[in-house]
């Protein structure tokens, strides 16, 4: 089996976003089924979501066998070696920028594909990027990470826009806007948790 | 840009709805990018569960670029003028019940142009005007209102066994059948907030 | 109306499913409308998440009245009889395993029927038989029972690869894979609420 360059960086985001999931659950001291779950509906509940908002069923992960074994494999290293995945921290969460970005523009795809308004599609990209993380957070009953600190679905955001602005005004598409995109993505994400940096918050 | 009558009262809703979701998202700290995904949650949740339900794909909210823009405004205005906002409770709460009734009836449409049984038909309707709201409790942490205070479903109810009866027995249907309806999920809505009515709960 | 055996298991796990989530209802001090509405996303939330992932739709209670009509008589007969009902703990703990083992089959037998892989189509089956419950605890605010306590989908986990291994590799199929299947979901779901088994729990 020969990977694509893309197919790698996609499936190392699967797994870190698997293992967010599943350090949630062993947070919450969920069992092992449980555990799996939660891993699952991490990774692949953003485009799950937007597959559904869109038609598009079978849903993506029901005939995605590379990324299921991403995800079983991200909830067993995660439940055999816990504590020293946590040491992991910096590793891991370049991987979860990794797919965050890639997530983000393979949704914008797929919107552009159903012939959707382009800003529906922006918004189908962040879903994709961002939803799971949502869905385990509400499931393990916290405030979603996602709305309340950190700038996550904002580099997503920024970086959606980016990719359909490059394409529709300066002509720029496919393999180029894609990486640029991602990487715009990516470094925002990055540099805005290396320095602690959060969107204002409002407060009643 | 002419807007009809009916128009008119389902932006009011979306508004109003929207303006909830940014209320909550504030009320919990919420930062920019999660209050602006909060309005659109609880402003399109019902119609987009009720489309999942019913195969009506790509959702309605997609390609409905009036409410995506009063929802945008909504969270906008929220946003800058939220102490203001906060003290026309009792015209956002009246925009709401609007909100609820056009909604009901739009959701019991939809299942009736599907061929579904009708009492099937009147829980779209329901599940149309308040799903939204249920989906911000949920995603915010907090007990569904829905379930637990107000006349609120069983307004949306009310208003849509009537609807249904009024077109299979006496054969009243049409605007003149929906304007009724409408206007008894607004009575019941905005009656029983003044009064403070609620219904029975139900205790252990 | 005749009644075959098959529909009469699955009619006692919706039933069962559903006093569950008028049971979390009143936990919760919801009110009717509340009641009735948790007792049906309890029951039939499971089947519901699985056809729309699939994309059949509309979604299979939509029209299937048998399972609504008992679906409401749980809820009646949970909010009239509540004291009693709660001293029916044991019978309505073999209706609920009743209803797992059922549902895990139904799911499967959709996921085989949309030519899906068969590790989909047991996963197909778990969510069948057990995200109604999750959804129960994710609206009430619990952590989900699903993923911290007891054998629940560990037992539809068994049972379905159970079935899918009997038809793949030793060509039992039909009716006597599946009622066996069930036997053995309903049997490891019982003994181990019995006995107060739990799957390992994992600890931060």
Not at 56 to 62: E, K
Not at 135 to 151: A, K, N, S
Not at 174 to 202: E, K
Request: charged fraction near 10%.
């Amino acid at each position: 089996m020969h990977l694509t360059f893309i197919q790698v960086l996609e499936l190392l985001g699967t797994f870190a976003f698997a293992v967010s999931g599943a350090t949630a659950a062993i947070n919450k001291s969920y069992d092992v089924i449980g555990l799996l779950a939660l891993a699952f509906i991490t990774a692949i509940g953003g485009g799950t979501v937007r597959d559904l908002l869109i038609g598009a069923t079978p849903v993506a992960w029901m005939t995605d066998e590379l990324s299921n074994t991403a995800i079983i494999a991200a909830a067993i290293i995660a439940t055999l070696f816990f504590s020293y995945v946590k040491k992991l921290n910096r590793l891991l969460s370049t991987f979860d920028a990794i797919g965050l970005g890639m997530f983000t523009i393979t949704g914008i795809n797929k919107g552009v594909a159903a012939g959707l308004p382009l800003p529906v599609c922006v918004a189908l990209g962040v879903i994709t990027g961002t939803f799971g993380g949502l869905l385990r957070d509400v499931i393990c009953g916290e405030q979603p990470i996602l709305f309340t600190r950190e700038i996550y679905a904002a580099a997503s955001l920024a970086g959606g826009i980016l990719y359909i602005v490059a394409g529709r005004y300066s002509g720029v598409t496919g393999d180029i806007a894609q990486s640029v995109s991602v990487a715009v993505i990516v470094t925002i994400r990055l540099v805005s948790l290396r320095n602690n940096w959060q969107l204002p918050r409002l407060r009643a």
